[in-house]
Structure formats: structure tokens, C-alpha cells
């Protein structure tokens, strides 16, 4: 369980996040919509614990993710993020971009690592790109192997931000299948999307930030059926 | 016009010697290779840090090294220090000189290729539960490392043509050093000097050619 409590985050004089609350439950799946600059990626990198906080608290399974005590990369094991750049490793095949982390943060030997990475690299449709490196790759294809490489750490929360915008259109199904084949098996995830199609159809919440604050929750009948907030309204027929 | 007459067969006597100073030829330039690239990378950190007591000693450092003509920098070795009662041999002066030099420009090329990888890709390792010097080791190094390499190679041949200018040290031992000697001693300035450039020009682009097959295997993507 992923639970949010008044969180605030500023950059220098700019406050980014002003109180969120949000609880995300096992199994859960939550699209976070909004327009840009709304904190969204912020709130994402917050949760791993990639950025401080300035008030509030997250916990993750109870763990505090931003007390002194709390061994982060440890907990950073169990919660995958995908950005929006892939952030592919250039000078390791694909294979080895999945087996790095089992390898050499947990320790995994060198056959399982590759069993597990070839197992996720199939799920993902890049079973016959294993020894290829990433520059040989579209962009769909880099994009999944960086969701592969998150869940060969066999996490237990996963966290995507705008995972398609970098796309091309064409490329955004592919992706976006396996983000449903993901939800479907029940992973616990938080997608920050601009693909509102996807957030409809897959997630049980969905969030809609405004300046920095969660102007509304709901599932996502509610949030494209009958929005109570206005800036919900105005946004979702900005984007239609 | 011309009445001089060519005499190779002296010069061609002499190769073997003239193959023995290229040998410390080589061992100075590799020498102050490795020497330079372990400053380099202390200098790099110095400038990229936010100590004003790190960053300008290592500013000061490379303004010089490159700002300045390599012989100088090798005459302050031997010369320059010998005023402060510092006598460096003629050896240890040229290595100093050239390692000088060397760590100068590999400073900068090491923090070129630094600045060009993207930070996204060490938050991509911290992500994954990487410790930020774990992430510097598996994921920014040997990305670094393949950007510098090539410009390292080039340093390196720098290097080797650099130790050329010990003889105005009184370096006897080199490629220079000893066609030198065999100029003094036959006045046959063009034959043993038109020697040493073949040699010095085979080194060069063996040392170019054999970093390009290393490139090549090593960098695949
Ligand atoms: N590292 C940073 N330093 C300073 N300002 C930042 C930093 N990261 C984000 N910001 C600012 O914080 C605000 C919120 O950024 P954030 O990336 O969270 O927005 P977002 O909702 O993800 O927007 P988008 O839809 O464009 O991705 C923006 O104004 C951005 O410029
Ligand atoms: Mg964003």
C-alpha cells in the first residue's frame, strides 16, 4: 500500500505539490491526468524517493520513504518507475540492460538473472531483441524493455510517467497493451498519462491534478461521466 | 646546386640504436600517460567541485597545461625547479613535463564526456536501488570512457611526439636524444633525422591504428 499523506514540495520559491493526499491500495490500478506543470512527475519521483519532501510523509508497505533511518535503495527494489525518455542503458545489450540491477543490486547470479529477464523480455514482445543493443531499437521497443527492466526486480509497485509521449502515434498501442497485460495481472500502479482512453479503461481511480493540488478522485465513470470540479471539466474538454 | 650526396647506409647502421631510444621514447609516453590520466581524473573532480580550495588549484592547473607551449613546460620541470635547488634529471624532467601536459588536456576531455551523458541516466540506476557510486561505476563510466577514449588516443600520440622536446633538457636516451648524438658525430643531419620522422610516424600510426581495433572491440553499440 502506497499511502500519501499532505505532502508539499517546492523548487526554490515555486511550490510544486500543496497538500496531497493519496492512498493507493494493493492491486490498485490509478491514472494521474492533468495539465503540465501540475506536479504530476514531481509527486512520481517523491514517491521513490529521488526527491526530498518538504511536509507530509509517504509510506510505502509502512516504511517512511523520506525518514533518515529508511535504506532507499532497499526500498527502491520494490517500486519500479518508467520514465518518460526511456533512459535505455546505450552500452549494454538489451539483455543486460534487464539483468544489471537483479545482478548487481540484488545480487543474482548470472543464469537466473537471464532466465527472469528473458521471461520478461518475452512478456513484452522483445523476446527475439535480447542480444541487440538499445540503439537498434524504435522507440515502442526501448519504452519496453525499460518496463521489462523495472519488473525484472520483481517489484511490487510500479510507477509510469507519460511512458508514451515520447512516441510516435503508432508506437503508443504497443506500449499501452502492455501496461493493460500488466494491470490485468495485478500489479499495484500509478500511471501518470495523457492517454485518456487508457486511463478509462484501466484504471479503478482516476486523479486529476491542477496546480499542484488533487482537484478530484474518483473512478473513472465518475471523472469522465459527471466531473464535480470545474478545472476537471475545462481540462478534459481541452485534451478531447 | 645542390652537391650534398645522400649516404643512407650509415644511416640505416645506426637503426638499431635509433630503434633503442624509440623504446624510451615509448616508455615516457606511456609512462606519463598513465600518471597524467590518474591526475586528470583528480583534476576533473577538483573542477567539478564546489570547494573554491579544490577548484582553483585544478583551474590553475589546466589554464597552464594548455595554455602555455609544452617546451616551457618541460624547461620549468628541468630549468625552473633547478633554481629552487629541485634538480630533476633530464628524464624525470621530460616525464614530469609531459605528464603536466598531459593531465591538463585529459582533465578536460574527461569532463566533456562527463557532461554529456544525460543525468536521467543515473537516476535511471538509482531507481533500480542502485547506490550513487554503483550507478557512477556500471552505468556513467563506461559511457564515459568510450567518449574519451579516441581523444585520449590522441593525447597519447601528443605524448609521444612531445618527448622530442627533451633534448633541450639534455635527454640522451630518446629517439631525439640519440639522433641527435649521431648527428653531432657524422653531420649527417638530413639522412638520421629523416630516419627518426619515419619512426616517429610508424609509432604514431601504429598507436592510432591499434586504438581504432581496441574501439572497435570494445564499443559495439
Ligand atoms: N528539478 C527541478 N528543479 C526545478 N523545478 C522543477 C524541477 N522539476 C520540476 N520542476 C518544476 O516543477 C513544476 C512541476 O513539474 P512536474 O514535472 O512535476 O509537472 P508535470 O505535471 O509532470 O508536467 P508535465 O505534464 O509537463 O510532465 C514545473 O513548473 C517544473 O518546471
Ligand atoms: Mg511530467
Redesign the pocket.
Known amino acids: 500500500m502506497i499511502e500519501i499523506e499532505n505532502v508539499h514540495k517546492s523548487?526554490?520559491a515555486?511550490k510544486?505539490l500543496k497538500g496531497i493526499d493519496l492512498t493507493v491500495d494493493k492491486g490498485e490500478v490509478v491514472s494521474v491526468i492533468?495539465?503540465?506543470?501540475?506536479?504530476?512527475?514531481?509527486?512520481l519521483t517523491c514517491i521513490n524517493g529521488l526527491?526530498p519532501i518538504d511536509e507530509g510523509r509517504i509510506l510505502v508497505d509502512g516504511t517512511e520513504v523520506h525518514a533518515r533511518s529508511t535504506d532507499l535503495n532497499k526500498l527502491r527494489r520494490k517500486i519500479g518507475i518508467v520514465f518518460?525518455q526511456f533512459n535505455a542503458f546505450p552500452h549494454l545489450t538489451v539483455l543486460e540492460n534487464v539483468t544489471l540491477a537483479p545482478r548487481k543490486v540484488k545480487g543474482m547470479g548470472r543464469k537466473e538473472a537471464e532466465e527472469i529477464a528473458v521471461r520478461q523480455l518475452e512478456h513484452v514482445g522483445l523476446g527475439d531483441k535480447i542480444k541487440v543493443y538499445p540503439s537498434r531499437l524504435s522507440g515502442g521497443q526501448q519504452q519496453r524493455m525499460a518496463i521489462a527492466r523495472a519488473l525484472a526486480m520483481s517489484p511490487d509497485y510500479m510507477l509510469f510517467?507519460?511512458v508514451t509521449s515520447a512516441l510516435d502515434p503508432q508506437l503508443v498501442g504497443e506500449v499501452l497493451d502492455t501496461l493493460k497485460l500488466l494491470a490485468d495481472g495485478g500489479m499495484t500502479m500509478i500511471c501518470?498519462t495523457?492517454e485518456m482512453r487508457f486511463a478509462r479503461e484501466v484504471s479503478d481511480r482516476v486523479a486529476f491534478?491542477d496546480q499542484g493540488v488533487m482537484a478530484e478522485i474518483g473512478p473513472p465513470e465518475q471523472i469522465f461521466g459527471e466531473a464535480k470540479n470545474e478545472a476537471t471539466r475545462k481540462f478534459l474538454s481541452s485534451v478531447r | 646546386m645542390f652537391n650534398y650526396t645522400f649516404q643512407w647506409r650509415q644511416a640505416f647502421r645506426a637503426l638499431p640504436e635509433m630503434l633503442e631510444g624509440a623504446l624510451y621514447t615509448m616508455q615516457i609516453a606511456v609512462l606519463s600517460m598513465i600518471i597524467g590520466i590518474a591526475i586528470a581524473v583528480i583534476l576533473a573532480v577538483g573542477r567539478n567541485s564546489s570547494s573554491r580550495w579544490l577548484r582553483a588549484p585544478a583551474t590553475a592547473w589546466v589554464e597552464v597545461a594548455r595554455n602555455t607551449p609544452a617546451l616551457f613546460q618541460i624547461y620549468m620541470a628541468h630549468f625552473g625547479l633547478g633554481s629552487f635547488g629541485i634538480y630533476l634529471s633530464p628524464y624525470v624532467a621530460l616525464l614530469a613535463g609531459i605528464t603536466f601536459n598531459n593531465a591538463g588536456y585529459l582533465c578536460e576531455t574527461f569532463r566533456g564526456a562527463l557532461r554529456a551523458i544525460p543525468d536521467t541516466q543515473m537516476r535511471a540506476g538509482r531507481s533500480l536501488g542502485m547506490g550513487p557510486a554503483k550507478a557512477f561505476r556500471l552505468i556513467v563510466m563506461p559511457q564515459m570512457f568510450r567518449i574519451a577514449f579516441l581523444p585520449t588516443m590522441n593525447q597519447m600520440v601528443w605524448a609521444i611526439l612531445m618527448t622530442s622536446l627533451g633534448v633541450t633538457v639534455g635527454m640522451a636516451i630518446d629517439l631525439t636524444g640519440v639522433t641527435q648524438a649521431l648527428n653531432a658525430r657524422t653531420f649527417r643531419t638530413f639522412e638520421f633525422f629523416a630516419m627518426a620522422a619515419i619512426i616517429y610516424y610508424l609509432i604514431t600510426k601504429a598507436v592510432m591504428l591499434a586504438s581504432r581495433l581496441v574501439a572497435w572491440r570494445l564499443f559495439r553499440y
Do not use: R
Open positions: 523548487f526554490g515555486l510544486v492533468g495539465g503540465s506543470g501540475s506536479g504530476k512527475s514531481t509527486l526527491e518518460q510517467d507519460e501518470v495523457h491534478f
